[in-house]
C-alpha cells in the first residue's frame, strides 16, 4: 500500500511540477520507521518469550523443590522411626549399645548426606534460574536502549558483573562428615 500510495503522489507531483526527491525522501522516512517499529515488536516478542521460559523455569523450580522438602521429610520421619526401633530393641536387650550408637549415628549420617544433596540441587537450580533470568534481564536491557549507546554498554556491563558475581558464588559444600566406623 506504501508503494502505491508514494507512485499517486509521485504521478501527482509530475502533473503539478512538485517536487518529487521531497516525496521520495518522506516516503523513505515512512518506511525507515516502519522498520524500526517491525524491528522493536520483534525484539518485544523475543523477549516476551524469554520471558515466559524463564517463569516456566521458575515455576518448574517451585516444584522441585517442594518434591524435594516433601523427600526430606519422609528421610527425617524414616531416621526417627529407625532411632526409635533402635531405642525398642537395646530396651529389649536385642543389641548392644554400642551397636545401637553405630546404627544412631550412621541413620543421622545418612540423613546429613540427604540434606546435603537436597540443599546443593537447590542451590544449583538456584543458581541456573539466576543465571537464566540475568541474561533475559540483561538482553532486555540493551534491547530497550539500543537507541543511546552508552545506557545499553551500562546495561551490559551491569548484566555481566551480575553474571560475575552468581559465577563465583560457591555452591554449598557437605557438612555430613565422614560415615561412623563401627
Given amino acids: 500500500q ?5 507512485q499517486a503522489e509521485i504521478d501527482s507531483a509530475k502533473k503539478t511540477g512538485a517536487d518529487i526527491a521531497l516525496i521520495n525522501e518522506k516516503y523513505a522516512k ?30 518448574l523450580n ?6 524435594g522438602e516433601r523427600e526430606l ?5 524414616k531416621n526417627a522411626s529407625k532411632k526409635n526401633d533402635l ?4 530396651k529389649a536387650g536385642l543389641i548392644s549399645q554400642q551397636e545401637h550408637d553405630y546404627q544412631v549415628a550412621l541413620s543421622a ?9 537436597l540443599a546443593r540441587e537447590a542451590a544449583i537450580r538456584e543458581k541456573e534460574l ?4 540475568i541474561i533475559i534481564n540483561t538482553a532486555a536491557g540493551i534491547a530497550k536502549n539500543l537507541g543511546v549507546l552508552p545506557l545499553a554498554i551500562a546495561a551490559g556491563a551491569l ?5 560475575a558475581t552468581v559465577l563465583a558464588t560457591p555452591l554449598p559444600s557437605s557438612t555430613a562428615g565422614t560415615a561412623p566406623k563401627f
Fill in 2 to 6: 506504501l508503494d502505491l500510495d508514494r
Fill in 30 to 59: 515512512i518506511e525507515q520507521d516502519l522498520a524500526a517499529e517491525t524491528k522493536q515488536k520483534k525484539i518485544e516478542n523475543v523477549l516476551e518469550y524469554a520471558r515466559a521460559a524463564q517463569d516456566g523455569l521458575s515455576a
Fill in 62 to 67: 517451585d516444584l522441585l523443590s517442594a518434591l
Fill in 73 to 77: 521429610k519422609a528421610a527425617t520421619e
Fill in 87 to 90: 531405642d525398642k530393641q537395646l
Fill in 109 to 117: 549420617y545418612e540423613l546429613d548426606k540427604k540434606k546435603d544433596k
Fill in 130 to 133: 539466576a543465571i537464566v533470568s
Fill in 159 to 163: 548484566g555481566a558483573i551480575q553474571l
